[in-house]
């Protein structure tokens, strides 16, 4: 059982950073591909973990969201956390690709996660359920996909919600504005800093099976069948 334990806390860290780091780096190189060099010049286009770390949304609302739980004598909450987001130039993104350049900036990281979600789905059905009789290498393999699965696909939701400092508030922001709504575009400006807020109010309220696991499910069911 403590091998079990060991597997499951090492494959979900493992996989949550690999979800959220590479969510950020995201960010970042299709800015870079329209001539934002803000990232890359901060060194954050880099896979070194240390960079990306966010001592809130890497370290202490994973530990939250998995401990207290336990604590209180419930299952072990699933994995969720942020990484330092990149730092991005939006104007030179517009300047040089317009808003439909920006809005794939928003969206970079969300389909990096959905990406990823999928070929760990495709992996997972390749495999077989692990036994007794496995080794400790294939029973890690298996668990540590399932955790990049969950994982990529929660992350992947949760940002396409419309929540000020998010990707799908971000990208509504940019399509509002090439559409000139404006007053659309000043209102998720506006209200950026009431994000955190809302985030807490979804995750520890029952609004979080509405928003978030309803349509994990319904996206885990299309992918395992």
């Known amino acids: 059982m403590e091998s079990i334990d060991f597997i499951k806390i090492v494959s979900a860290v ?9 969510h950020e780096i995201m960010h970042g190189w299709v800015a870079y591909r329209y001539g934002d ?3 890359k010049n901060a060194g954050r286009l880099s ?11 890497t370290i202490l ?11 209180l ?10 990484a330092k987001p990149v730092p991005i130039n939006t104007a030179t993104v517009i300047r040089n690709g317009g808003y439909n350049a920006a809005m794939q900036v928003d969206l970079a990281g969300i389909v990096y996660n959905f990406t990823l979600g999928a070929l760990a789905s495709v992996a997972l059905m390749a495999m077989s359920a692990p036994t007794t009789a496995d080794t400790f ?9 399932y955790q990049l699965l969950i994982i990529n696909i929660v992350l992947g939701v949760f940002n396409l919600l419309p929540i000020p400092q998010f990707d799908g508030a971000h990208f509504i922001m940019h399509l509002a504005l090439k559409h000139k709504v404006n007053s659309v575009a000043e209102f998720i400006y506006k209200n950026e800093r009431y994000g955190i807020f ?3 109010l979804v995750l520890m309220t029952p609004l979080k099976d509405y928003l978030l696991f309803m349509p994990v499910q319904t996206i885990l069911h299309l992918l395992l069948g």
């Open 198 to 200: 809302i985030v807490l």
């Open 47 to 57: 896979i070194n973990p240390l960079v990306h770390v966010d001592l809130v949304g």
């Open 14 to 22: 493992l996989a949550l950073a690999i979800a959220i780091i590479g």
């Open 73 to 82: 004598g419930a299952e072990s909450g699933l994995l969720f956390g942020w």
């Open 137 to 145: 290498l294939y029973l890690f393999s298996y668990v540590f996909m």
């Open 61 to 71: 609302v994973p530990l939250s969201m998995y401990f207290i739980p336990i604590l």
């Open 37 to 39: 060099l803000t990232a």
